[in-house]
């Protein structure tokens, strides 16, 4: 049937589930005109940022990074209990959709100065074909490829891009192996920001071209994200650039959290059974995760049982996977990281104990697939629902076939995969095609 603004809905077991939207917003579609909202509401409910190590509090006004003390990611705070009182749940369903209707849960204070290209609300369509060839009846997939800049990384720049600008920052650097490069460089056009990029060679060719046909200086170097990222770091304190490094700010996580919210409200204001995600930096399994703590504080889900979040990697760089394994609270440094699911080639992430608390305390798992598998998963997504998904994202599939093997997931479980971009980014990764043909042997 139809529900509001266009929106394809499919009736399930009693829930309603959001499967396709359409609508793109731009600005003026947030609701914050006089009249829209109660008196009593704002913008914004963030109050401060906590360390989330030790629990240190910091200004949400001033221009922040990570704890100081403990070199620990900040995550913004928001006063709930008021937001609970002047606003319920269904309010953000009767909004133009976009990121931005969740605006009162993300930390930006004026809407002036909230900055859009349309993402968020990416597609949860359901996998009948696969479902049918793996046996499972609840089986989705989470197509952020939908985003503008063609991946998930939009929504946390669009966030963090939004309160550097609130803050008065005039020019930002970032470290990427890909589409956060391209993401950064647009939403920074967009609010009048300069922008550097630093990228090791090896990046998709699509990123490095985006980039620079949004302004973006850019600097390919040699080595991983880590080498990109120690340079990033010089050149930022050097020249006060400020730097978006993943988890080395704090509002990324913010703006990746709203794929919580989304699901939750897809699936009736209930949460999966399983998430399935591919992990590097981590940023949307512990924002989702964040996500999930706030719903429940604000008494918003039907129920208290949250996914069980697994978590992805290549088995070419798997520190979280070789941590889990070990039962650790902490990644060691992977060496010589490599895999053609560039999104994936992250040696160690600044908040890998965060990732590993949250999938501890879920119940979940971290698994590692191989290369080829990847490839044999992007190509059967394509085959059997009409999705070209990026490596990252067709590496959920290859570890859900593998965890189906093992009897850890049940057939009548609600799964969610998570394609986290388009595949058109990496064409170069298809042997044989006419622009990038297989290397001889």
Not at 162 to 173: M, R
Not at 306 to 324: D, I, L, N, T, Y
Not at 408 to 434: C, M, Q
Request: hydrophobic share 40%; with cysteine; charged share 20%.
């Amino acid at each position: 049937m139809k529900g509001m603004e266009g929106v394809e809905i499919a009736e399930k077991e009693d829930v309603d589930i959001i499967l396709w939207n359409i609508n793109l917003p731009d600005i003026s579609m947030i609701n914050s005109k006089p009249g829209h909202l109660k008196p009593s509401t704002r913008f914004s409910y963030a109050t401060h940022l906590v360390c989330t190590n030790c629990g240190k509090g910091y200004s949400i006004d001033e221009i922040n990074t990570y704890c100081l003390d403990c070199q620990a990611p900040l995550f913004t705070v928001y006063d709930l209990k008021s937001l609970r009182q002047d606003i319920q749940r269904e309010d953000f369903t009767r909004r133009k959709w976009g990121m931005w209707r969740w605006h009162e849960l993300l930390p930006v204070h004026l809407p002036e100065n909230a900055i859009t290209l349309g993402e968020g609300d990416a597609p949860l369509l359901q996998l009948p074909n696969l479902g049918e060839e793996l046996g499972l009846s609840n089986l989705y997939v989470k197509d952020e490829s939908a985003n503008p800049t063609g991946s998930f990384k939009a929504r946390g720049i669009s966030a963090a891009i939004s309160k550097a600008k609130e803050l008065g920052i005039d020019k930002v650097i970032i470290p990427t192996a890909g589409n956060a490069g391209g993401a950064m460089a647009a939403y920074a056009a967009r609010a009048k920001l300069k922008a550097h990029i630093v990228m090791p060679k090896d990046t998709p060719v699509a990123n490095i071209e985006e980039s620079r046909m949004a302004g973006a200086e850019v600097v390919l170097i040699d080595g991983t994200i880590s080498e990109a990222a120690a340079m990033a770091g010089v050149k930022a304190r050097a020249e006060g650039w400020f730097d978006l490094s993943t988890f080395k700010e704090p509002y990324r996580v913010e703006g990746k959290k709203i794929m919580g919210y989304e699901l939750a409200e897809a699936f009736g204001w209930s949460l999966p059974d399983v998430i399935i995600y591919p992990t590097g930096g981590g940023t949307g399994l512990v924002g989702m995760w964040k996500a999930f703590a706030e719903l429940e504080e604000l008494g918003w889900l039907s129920n208290t049982k949250r996914p069980r979040m697994v978590s992805v990697q290549a088995e070419g760089c798997a520190p979280v996977v070789k941590a889990f394994e070990a039962h650790a609270t902490f990644c060691d440094f992977w060496i010589n990281a490599h895999t053609l699911a560039s999104g994936l080639r992250v040696p160690k992430s600044f908040a890998d104990h965060i990732i590993l608390q949250d999938i501890y305390d879920s119940e979940g798992i971290a698994v590692s697939v191989s290369d080829e598998s990847i490839s044999a998963a992007q190509r059967q997504l394509g085959k059997a629902e009409g999705i070209f998904a990026a490596p990252e994202g067709a590496a959920t599939l290859a570890s859900l076939i593998s965890l189906l093997q093992q009897g850890w997931v049940r057939p009548d479980e609600r799964i969610v995969l998570f394609n986290t971009g388009s595949g058109l980014k990496y064409i170069h990764n298809l042997a044989g095609s006419e622009a990038n043909p297989a290397p001889a042997n």
